[in-house]
Structures are given as structure tokens and as C-alpha cells.
């Protein structure tokens, strides 16, 4: 099921992601593998997001879908 944020800058995406990545690896061990995967239900939050990942460390291991309405 894909998320509605509907986030206004990339400062919230950013957190969102942080809170994501906190969740999944607490730790802060470096992966390498695609491990978790933000499906996303409109273009605003999938742009956000991707453009929040840029500039981040250690979040290769995180991936953002958009989901495709039919």
C-alpha cells in the first residue's frame, strides 16, 4: 500500500526518511543490499523523497517507488 504524505519541502521527506531508516537499522550498520523500499502514491511526495535522499549518508539501502495507477 503506498503512502500520502503529501510533504511540503525536503526537510520533512528527510525526516521521514530518517524515521524510516531508524525503524529498520538502529544501529546504523552500513548495508549494501536494497532493504527497504518507500512505495509512493503521488509525484510531489516521490520527488521530495528522492530529491531528500541526495546528500545523505549511509542510505544506499533504501529505495523509492512510485506507485502506478492503472
Request: proline share 1%; no cysteine; charged share 25%.
Amino acid at each position: 500500500m503506498a503512502i500520502n504524505k503529501y510533504f511540503k519541502n525536503v526537510e520533512e521527506a528527510r525526516d521521514y526518511i530518517r524515521q524510516s531508516a531508524q525503524a529498520i537499522n538502529p544501529s546504523k550498520v552500513v548495508l549494501k543490499k536494497n532493504v527497504l523500499n518507500i512505495l509512493v502514491g503521488n509525484k510531489n511526495d516521490y520527488d521530495l523523497l528522492t530529491q531528500g535522499l541526495v546528500g545523505m549518508k549511509n542510505v544506499k539501502w533504501i529505495g523509492i517507488l512510485l506507485e502506478e495507477v492503472a
